[in-house]
């Protein structure tokens, strides 16, 4: 049974740093594309940033470009968002989610929410001004 699970998430206040991860189980980690995505009260969910377990590739959503950075632990199966610089707008529920479509794939555009079959319960985000 595929299994994504997000921690890490909180209150805090603008200029401040987070780190989420993302602990997967259920399939071959190695392999596959992981992303987090953000969902804010009243908008679409968006894709933030992925990255392809099999090759390191990563996209980053122009928003958060050079403030998070997206680092995967193959031996423990994790995936993390290190956030920096936290601006009121990254008020959100992060979601994790899991591509398994294509094995060894790399990482080419923003990734869309069609694509994830798999999905974690979200984590929450706030920052305060």
């Known amino acids: 049974e595929v299994q994504l699970v997000e921690s890490g998430g909180g209150l805090v206040q603008a200029g401040g740093s987070l780190r989420l991860s993302c602990g997967a189980s259920g399939f071959t980690f190695d392999d596959y594309v992981i992303a987090w995505f953000r969902q804010a009260p009243g908008k679409e969910r968006e894709g933030v940033s992925c990255i392809s377990n099999s090759d390191g590739t990563t996209y980053y959503a122009d928003s958060v470009k050079g403030r998070f950075t997206i680092t995967s632990d193959n031996a423990k199966h994790t995936v993390y968002l290190q956030m920096n610089s936290l601006k009121p707008e990254d008020t959100a529920v992060y979601y994790c989610?899991?591509?398994?479509?294509?094995?060894?794939?790399?990482?080419?555009?923003?990734?869309?929410?069609?694509?994830?079959?798999?999905w974690g319960q979200g984590t929450q985000v706030t920052v305060s001004s």
């Open positions: 989610a899991a591509d398994l479509r294509q094995a060894k794939a790399t990482i080419r555009r923003a990734p869309r929410r069609y694509e994830y079959d798999y």
